[in-house]
């Protein structure tokens, strides 16, 4: 039988100290998906990442993962990187790949071998064998990222992976997460960065207060909210105004609204009857952004959107 | 293999390598090498210093007198053993107090025995005549009275003892196999002691590095401690058969008859021995185990340090418990000291010195793996609570040490 969901949660509850950290968590994660966890800090991304790998258990609900219920049985088909990353200072970076490896079940020989080959890869060949306290935080993280996936994991979880890098390397791992979708394998990852998840999920779960507000496509997250058109014309005032939906906002000579139920057509009509000089005239579909505006409120959004250092 | 202990020995080889390949394990392995050394050379120096001729009596007499003295001692000594100075004969010229003083001034003799057979005369130093006086009276009473006998016919008589060996006899050379039993003891306490309490600051190194939420995504927690109890008991047998080799190189060097004074343990020197690395492995996983758990909850260096001190006094207090076995192996006492998995090795090793059984062994063996077992699970389980629960920073003694930290 060939398995649909390389990890289900239902209901996931947990309570630190008697303060609830995650609320009732569903999640369907589709095999062969990238999916993306969305969330501002705090929101219980990594608890909730944490309760799927096994790490911790939860005090209520229902998990498997790749059709197990007890997580870290399938471990050796698992990558995980945490948010905190961790590796030994004086483990040579071979060796570290090669342990993270080995600690899922890989024969240390071949795992030095793979390590060699993905160094070489990802443009550290020749710090293969320097000890990880003298490599730097980017080059360190890349090693761990690499150590993740050295097994040739099924599932891959990530927790906040692109913090931290800078914008080359966050390239370079979106174009690692890609591949290993393309060879198989599915990542679910958690973020903050709303522009990561749009521009390599195909599904998403936002997660705000340790409850799911939304779970599905991106292109459903999207399609919760009608495009948006913009209007700039040359004249201020007459006739067409009329046919402007009543929400339309006006910022100087531009308009903006969403677009009406019976298309563009009918008000193009009367914006060239009442020659209003159309100026400029765009119909967008909203981005993820609007999108998680709209389902978070603008406090939470705003909260997602700061840079690391003000949070 | 079974994956998780599979990973268990993937930590225990980094742990173990991590471990012994480093400078510091050079000085691990020199620090108890420190006291043996400091104290062969400030030993040999001492001997030096005060190298003490033997006590010589010198016995001025015609010959046939000075042999009935000489044989007299062979007498004593035959069966009581080296206890009475040597005598030297020696014929005496016409001036026999002046020979008697030049004797002693030259050192040539502690004392000298003259005026014999009928007016004895022993004279030197008042040390040397408060040591020797009564000896070299009684020897010559012994002299007087063997050939007293000899003179009217008589043989002297011998009381003939029949000796009858018994296996079962418990104190028969118990003094020895208790100091043999005793010293097993210590020796494993000693080891236990030095070498499990590495085990206390283990996982600190994982949860100060981050690499402990690699780790428990990948493996139980139980296969965790595992691999480290593994590794570290590693890094100990590789010290402990370095110092034994060197050990058993200073004794080959300095003191070559050490092993013949030992007494031969109950078992068997053999069956012994081997017992003795089985209930050493046994002490330091049970000691251990318990410390990973309880170092497990420390947040920082600073709490090890401060629960190293009564952690190190239990051990002792367990020692003295594990003690009470050298004195009655079969006693009440005895039996809780082999059941309480802690005290169970100490008291083993000492039974092992004192009653020759081997059943025990294989019951007592048995039962430290299940102790050890259950540890490790318990000290797991403690340690997903109330470490992992938080991603490190709520555990227990984290949070004692924030309540006393918090003002009133």
Request: net charge positive.
């Amino acid at each position: 039988m060939t398995q649909e969901f390389a990890i289900e949660a239902r209901g996931l509850i947990k309570d630190f100290d008697g303060v609830r950290a995650v609320d009732g968590v569903d999640l369907a994660v589709p095999v062969g998906a990238i999916y993306g966890v969305l969330g501002p800090n705090g929101a219980g991304k990594t608890t909730t990442l944490r309760m799927l790998l096994g790490i911790i258990d939860p005090d209520g609900g229902e998990r498997r993962l790749l059709g197990h219920p007890a997580p870290l049985k399938m471990a050796n088909k698992v990558g995980y990187l945490p948010e905190e990353r961790g590796l030994y200072p004086a483990m040579p970076a071979r060796e570290a790949i090669a342990f993270l490896g080995a600690l899922r079940g890989l024969g240390l020989a071949e795992g030095r071998k793979r390590a060699d080959r993905l160094l070489e890869e990802h443009g550290l060949g020749d710090v293969a064998r320097r000890p990880i306290r003298t490599l730097s935080k980017g080059m360190a993280q890349t090693v761990q990222i690499l150590g993740t996936i050295v097994h040739g994991p099924r599932l891959i979880v990530l927790d906040e992976p692109f913090s931290g890098l800078d914008a080359l390397n966050q390239g370079r791992l979106e174009a690692l997460i890609r591949a290993q979708v393309a060879a198989g394998a599915t990542v679910l990852f958690s973020t903050h960065v709303i522009a990561h998840a749009e521009r390599l999920c195909e599904r998403i779960a936002i997660i705000v207060g340790g409850r799911v507000r939304f779970e599905g496509s991106v292109d459903d997250a999207r399609g919760r909210m009608r495009p948006v058109v913009t209007l700039v014309t040359r004249r201020d005032e007459g006739g067409w105004r009329d046919a402007l939906p009543a929400s339309a906002r006006r910022d100087g000579r531009s308009w903006s609204f969403e677009l009406p139920a019976p298309g563009i057509e009918p008000l193009l009509a009367r914006l060239i009857e009442g020659e209003a000089g159309i100026e400029a005239l765009s119909i967008e579909r909203p981005g993820l952004h609007e999108a998680f505006v709209d389902i978070v409120g603008t406090t939470v959004a705003n909260e997602m959107d700061l840079p690391e250092a003000e949070r | 293999m079974n994956p998780s202990l599979r990973a268990a020995l993937v930590i225990a080889r980094r742990d173990y390598v991590a471990s012994v390949w480093s400078r510091a394990f050079v000085l691990f392995l020199i620090g108890p090498l420190i006291p043996i050394i400091f104290g062969l050379t400030f030993g040999s120096v001492g001997a030096k210093m005060q190298k003490v001729e033997p006590p010589v009596i010198a016995i001025i007499a015609p010959p046939a007198e000075g042999r009935a003295l000489v044989e007299a001692r062979l007498r004593v000594t035959r069966a009581l053993g080296d206890v009475i100075p040597e005598f030297e004969l020696i014929a005496p010229t016409a001036d026999v107090r002046r020979q008697s003083a030049e004797l002693l001034a030259k050192g040539g003799a502690t004392a000298v025995l003259s005026g014999l057979p009928d007016a004895p005369v022993l004279s030197g130093s008042r040390q040397a005549l408060w040591a020797h006086g009564s000896e070299v009276e009684w020897i010559a009473g012994e002299a007087w009275r063997h050939a007293a006998l000899a003179r009217a016919g008589l043989d002297r008589p011998a009381a003939r003892v029949k000796q009858v060996p018994i296996a079962e006899a418990t104190r028969l050379g118990t003094t020895d196999r208790a100091a043999l039993a005793r010293g097993s003891q210590l020796v494993l306490l000693f080891l236990t002691m030095i070498l499990a309490g590495l085990l206390l600051s283990n996982l600190l190194e994982e949860k100060s590095n981050k690499v402990i939420e690699v780790l428990a995504a990948a493996v139980p927690v139980d296969a965790i401690f595992i691999g480290k109890l593994i590794a570290m008991l590693g890094m100990s047998l590789t010290g402990i058969a370095i110092w034994s080799a060197a050990g058993i190189a200073a004794i080959a060097a300095f003191a070559p008859g050490f092993a013949v004074n030992l007494a031969e343990p109950a078992v068997g020197w053999p069956v012994f021995v081997l017992l003795g690395v089985a209930y050493f492995i046994a002490s330091y996983l049970l000691i251990g185990a318990l410390f990973l758990g309880i170092g497990g909850q420390a947040g920082t260096v600073r709490e090890v340090q401060t629960l190293s001190m009564p952690l190190t006094f239990g051990q002792l207090v367990v020692f003295g418990f594990a003690s009470v076995t050298v004195d009655q192996p079969n006693g009440l006492p005895s039996i809780l000291a082999s059941i309480f998995p802690w005290s169970s090795p100490y008291a083993m090793i000492a039974r092992g010195a004192l009653r020759p059984e081997l059943w025990p062994h294989l019951v007592a063996i048995g039962w430290h793996l299940v102790a050890v077992t259950a540890i490790i699970r318990i000290s797991a389980r403690m340690f997903r609570r109330s470490v992992l629960k938080s991603g490190g920073g709520k555990g227990f003694w984290r949070r004692l040490s924030r309540r006393s930290s918090r003002p009133a």
